[in-house]
């Protein structure tokens, strides 16, 4: 098959995992278990995208299942959690500023397929 179609299929077949929080942090109980949430997100490779939303690239649905079901294991008791899924080519319609300016769009990262 073409080249083409392969990389059309995988920008629809890849997903983006989106994790948006908003947790108390009044007490230094609350701190403790915010940076907690935030270190089990880095440790199951996601990536900070901005200070409360963390992001991960998955080469399929079910790798996505897999990582969103470790955020909700580790789902702090207080405080709002939003998961999110979009596709590779979704994510990659996303304009990013500093302030007026655009940011350079970023290369996609490399797949990694075991046979």
């Not at 915010?34 to 399929?60: H, P, V």
């Not at 405080?79 to 899924?85: A, D, E, H, P, Q």
């Not at 350079?104 to 490399?110: S, V």
Request: glycine fraction near 4%; hydrophobic fraction near 35%.
């Amino acid at each position: 098959m073409d080249e083409r179609y392969y990389s059309r299929l995988n920008q629809y077949r890849s997903l983006w995992v989106l994790v948006f929080f908003d947790l108390p942090t009044e007490t230094r109980k609350d701190r403790k278990i915010a940076a907690k949430f935030r270190k089990q997100l880095l440790d199951d490779g996601f990536a900070m995208f901005q200070f409360s939303i963390y992001m991960r690239f998955c080469a399929s649905r079910e790798n996505a299942e897999v990582h969103i079901r470790r955020t909700k294991i580790n789902l702090p008791p207080k405080g709002k959690v939003g998961i999110m899924s979009i596709t590779d080519k979704q994510f990659g319609m996303m304009e990013v500023f500093y302030g007026t300016k655009p940011k350079e769009k970023e290369a996609p990262p490399q797949q990694l397929e075991l046979f």
